[in-house]
Structure formats: structure tokens, C-alpha cells
């Protein structure tokens, strides 16, 4: 019997450093671990960084983890996975305490307490902020300091992932760009979303599910890759170049912001999810074919709330104290990627995932705003204390271990975007979906299968081809297998 490296024992390698890599990697150094996290770009290419909105915990009097969870169920479509939604609603309110203690300043209220904003499909003030809008800069901010004094993590800047090791069956650590090999008993992949794959994004430009077609080569499997969310109101400015696509947060709507359409006149609830709200918008669009935007009307809003959102806007020569800000739909959050258990165990031994690129099943069809920052950190210190749990890697290894080489491009073409944005967008057809089977770039292709799979219509995903939910697929998950098999599964 091979005996196990002892050196490798409570090891960890976690591949990207947003919200959800860089508490991994801190919850495992503050149980002893030894960690390489490894960053492919600076911390403000993340969307953790970008993050506007805050966390959604339920803090407020009368609030409650079963009320959280019914608004997640609500907004999910019947997709959610119970279980998961369960898990992110009952350890939020630890998560928000624990980043407290690290020494994130989370505004307040004029008596102390948290102050709570109001998000769509949210049944109460929910969202804690920090700074305002900058809650996403504030928190990486602070957790980037702590993980770079910390002398437990490694922390290797400027280097990709681009491949998994794999022997007998089990992940034993990641090839990076540079050629070395890392080696660990447990990998997490944190790696972030995949919605920069459309042309028109809310998202850094890293954000095309690199870390999915990793898991997948190396065979994990993935799922819900029909459903990415799409936001209502990112800022139509075709004419400057990088400006098209800023979010202005839905905590602005939560204030009294109001959607006007071409008439001038309101058209949707402005607080109803996502899903809802973004396809209203595309309907006045296509009643309207002259234009590209709807109206955001923010004028009553008190712009000392959201000073880094009012002093963008300004940048881009509007003034949204006396100006209507034009907006639309951009892809926003991948509610589905590399298929995970409580524990952020993937289906490959030894491979975890956190944060955006893992699929709990938490968000299902449409993710309640807010929640994800919530799941970087929930399912961070969950990952982190499994992860500890994987037995030493046996002898010899590294030796054996293969490399999975995904094979992708890193990033997609334009005509892959554009491609995926006008088949797989707000509204999708088989006939679409099925030349998208063909495109250049694999996850362009994996999005394609799946959506194709999914023969109804369901939160973010709608098919003009079947325009109903099918009863039949309620709580069933479009799974794809290393097999490249589509599969349909139940999740409790
Ligand atoms: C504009 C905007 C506003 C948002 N507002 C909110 C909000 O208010 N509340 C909320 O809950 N959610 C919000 N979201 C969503 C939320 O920010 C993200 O879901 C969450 O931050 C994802 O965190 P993450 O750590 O999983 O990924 P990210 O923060 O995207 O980090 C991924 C990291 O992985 C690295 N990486 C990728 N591939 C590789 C590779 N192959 N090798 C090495 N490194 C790699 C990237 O460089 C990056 O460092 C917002 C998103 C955007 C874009």
C-alpha cells in the first residue's frame, strides 16, 4: 500500500481571487492551511470588485431565513435547489457578521444597526451596503489586505490556470500558463461568470467561464448553462467605447426609480425579478424599433446615496439629477457552471468551486439580486473546511498526474459574442440555438446544448418556440456531462 505524501497534507490551491477565492483561501489559512491562490488580473478586473448592490442576509426585525427563502424560491422560477437556498439563507447573517469582525465597515443605520437597501423580488430591506455603491471595491479591498499579511497564503499574481491535473480519477492541482505545476490534495476554482460571452455585458472582460471549460476537460460536470441573468438597466452609450453596459444598480430602483418607456409613461413594476423586468424592457423595444433604450428616471432619488454611480454617470455626460438615463438589458450573472454539492464538492474528486462559477442550484432560473456575493462567502468557509477534509495525495502522483487541456481560446471573437447575444439573448429559438452547436469557441457551443435542452420557457430563459414552463421540468437541472451528454436531473 502507497504511503501518502505528508507534505501535501491541509494544502490547498484556489484559482482566482475575487469575493469567493479570496475568503476560501482565508477561512483555510485561519484553520492552518497552507494555500497558493493564484489571480490571473488585478483585483478591479473582477466582478467582485464591480459589485454595487451588497449582500442579501436576513438581518432586519421581523426578517428571516424562511422569508429569504421563499423570495429565492419565488424568484427562481421552481429551479432552485431547495436545499442550497436553504444553506445561503440560514448562514448569511454569519457571513455578514464574520466580514464585520475582518473589518469590513457595512454602512449604518442612525441607531447602529446594518443599514438595508431594497432589491427586486426582495419581500424586505435585505441588502447590506458598504460605502454606498462600492460595497464590492470595499470588501475585496479589505480581504486583499488580510490575504496579503497573511503568511499561510501565497498569493501568485499575473498567472492563469490553464489546465487541471488529473490522475486516477481525482484532481491533484492545476498547470498554470507559465508551465509550473501546482499540486494539492484539494483544488477550488473560483474563477467568476461567463457573461462577458455576450456582446452586450455588465461584466469585466474576464469573465468568459474559463474556469467551467477547465472542469469540464478534466471531467466535471457542468449545468444550467441556458440560464444567465440578464439586467435590466445597463447604460446604452454606443458612442463611448467601454462606457456601454455600466450597471446602475437596482438598489436605485429600490429607492424610487422609475422605468419610463418611449411614451414617457411606466410600463413594469420596477421591482419585480429580473427575469420580468428585463423582458418588459425588451418588449417595449421591439414596440418601439426606432429605439434602443428605455428611460431610467432618477431624478427624485437622493444622489448622495449612490455617489460612485451618480459621479460614472456623469462621466458619460449625463446628469442624473436632472437627466432620464438611457438603459437596457445586458448580460449580467451565469446562474449555472460547474456542478457542486453543499460542500462545494464538484462531481471530480479532489476539484471544489465557489462563487460564480459553481452551480449549487441555489439561484435557479433567475437569482434573487444580491444573493451571489452572499454565496462567495456562505459556500467559501464551506468549501474551505471540506476542502481540508481531502486525504493527502498518494505516492507518486505527480508523477502520473495528466493535464486536461481544455483547448479554448481565452477569449471568445467578437462574432462568438455577437452570435451568442442575438440566438441565446433575451429570446431564443431552436433553429438559433442549434447553429450556435457550431461556433468557434466551446463554451459558446455548451451554452447552445443546453439551452437546446431546455424546451420551455423559465425565468431567464425563454424560448420562442415553446413559451410556457413545462410543469414536467420543474426543479430539473440541464446537466452536461464530461461524456458531453445533456442530461435532465432532479436536485433536492
Ligand atoms: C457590475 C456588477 C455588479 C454586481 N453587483 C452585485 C451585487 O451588488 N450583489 C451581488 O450579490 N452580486 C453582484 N454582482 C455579481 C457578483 O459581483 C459576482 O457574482 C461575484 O462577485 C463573483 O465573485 P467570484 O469571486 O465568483 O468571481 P470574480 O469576482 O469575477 O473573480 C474571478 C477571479 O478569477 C480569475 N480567473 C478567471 N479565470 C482564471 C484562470 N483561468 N486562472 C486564474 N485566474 C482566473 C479572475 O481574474 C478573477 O480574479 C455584480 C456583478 C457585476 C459585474
Known amino acids: 500500500m502507497p504511503q ?24 483555510a489559512a485561519r484553520e ?18 464591480w459589485a454595487q448592490g451588497g449582500l442579501a442576509a436576513a438581518l432586519a426585525p421581523g426578517d428571516s431565513a424562511a422569508l429569504h427563502l421563499q423570495d429565492t424560491l419565488r424568484a427562481g422560477r421552481g429551479a432552485v435547489r431547495p436545499s442550497a437556498a436553504r444553506v445561503l439563507t440560514e448562514e448569511a447573517p454569519a457571513a455578514v457578521a464574520d466580514l464585520t469582525r475582518l473589518g469590513v465597515i457595512f454602512d449604518s443605520d442612525s441607531a447602529g444597526a446594518n443599514a438595508l437597501a431594497l432589491e427586486g423580488g426582495h419581500s424586505m430591506r435585505r441588502i447590506v451596503h458598504a460605502g454606498g455603491a462600492q460595497t464590492g471595491q470595499r470588501i475585496v479591498a479589505r480581504l486583499s489586505a488580510i490575504v496579503a499579511a497573511e503568511e499561510r497564503i501565497d498569493v501568485v499574481t499575473g498567472s492563469r490556470a490553464q489546465a487541471l491535473l488529473v490522475d486516477d480519477g481525482r484532481c491533484s492541482g492545476v498547470v498554470l500558463d507559465d508551465g509550473r505545476r501546482l499540486f494539492a490534495p484539494a483544488t477550488v476554482l ?20 474559463s474556469g467551467l471549460l477547465l472542469a469540464h476537460a478534466a471531467g466535471a460536470a457542468l449545468a444550467d448553462l441556458e440560464f444567465m441573468q440578464f439586467h435590466p438597466t445597463a447604460v446604452v452609450a454606443h458612442a463611448q467605447p467601454g462606457a456601454d453596459g ?28 429580473r427575469d420580468e423586468v428585463s423582458r418588459a424592457i425588451y418588449r417595449e423595444l421591439v414596440r418601439d ?71 449549487t442550484g441555489l439561484h435557479g432560473a433567475n437569482r434573487l439580486a444580491s444573493n451571489s456575493l452572499s454565496e462567495c462567502f456562505v459556500f467559501g468557509a464551506r468549501a474551505a473546511r471540506a476542502a481540508l477534509g481531502e486525504l493527502p495525495l498518494p505516492a507518486g502522483s505527480r508523477e502520473r498526474a495528466v493535464a486536461a487541456v481544455a483547448g479554448a481560446p481565452a477569449a471568445p471573437s467578437r462574432l462568438s459574442q455577437q452570435r451568442l447575444w442575438r440566438l441565446a439573448g433575451l429570446v431564443r429559438h431552436a433553429d438559433g440555438l442549434s447553429s450556435l452547436l457550431d461556433d468557434d469557441h466551446p463554451m459558446v457551443r455548451l451554452i447552445g446544448a443546453a439551452a437546446l435542452a431546455r424546451a420551455e420557457s423559465r425565468g431567464a430563459h425563454w424560448r420562442a418556440d415553446h413559451p410556457a414552463a413545462d410543469g414536467a421540468l420543474d426543479g430539473r437541472h440541464v446537466v452536461l456531462t464530461a461524456a458531453q451528454e445533456a442530461i435532465l436531473q432532479d436536485w433536492k
Not at 4 to 27: E, I, K, N
Not at 32 to 45: F, M, N, Q
Not at 258 to 273: I, K, S, T
Open 246 to 273: 455600466l450597471l446602475v444598480t437596482e438598489a436605485i430602483r429600490g429607492e424610487g426609480a422609475l422605468l419610463l418607456n418611449g411614451d414617457g409613461e411606466r410600463f413594469v413594476d420596477e421591482l419585480a425579478p
Open 289 to 359: 424599433p426606432g429605439s434602443d433604450a428605455v428611460a431610467l428616471d432618477m431624478r427624485a432619488v437622493d444622489p448622495a446615496l449612490f455617489p460612485n454611480v451618480v459621479s460614472a454617470l456623469r462621466r458619460l455626460g449625463l446628469d442624473p439629477t436632472s437627466d432620464l438615463i438611457p438603459v437596457a438589458p445586458a448580460a449580467h450573472y451565469m446562474m449555472g457552471g460547474i456542478v457542486t454539492d453543499l460542500e462545494a464538492r464538484s462531481t471530480l474528486a479532489g476539484l471544489f468551486a465557489v462563487g460564480e462559477c459553481a452551480c
Open 4 to 27: 501518502p505524501q505528508r507534505s501535501d497534507q491541509r494544502q490547498l490551491v484556489v484559482v482566482g481571487a475575487g469575493a469567493a477565492g479570496l475568503y476560501t483561501a482565508l477561512c
Open 32 to 49: 492552518g492551511a497552507t494555500v497558493t491562490l493564484v489571480s490571473a488580473t488585478e483585483l478591479s478586473e473582477t466582478s467582485s470588485y
Open 190 to 209: 473560483s474563477t467568476g461568470g461567463a457573461a462577458a460571452l455576450w456582446a452586450r455585458t455588465t461584466n469585466p472582460a474576464g469573465a468568459v467561464g
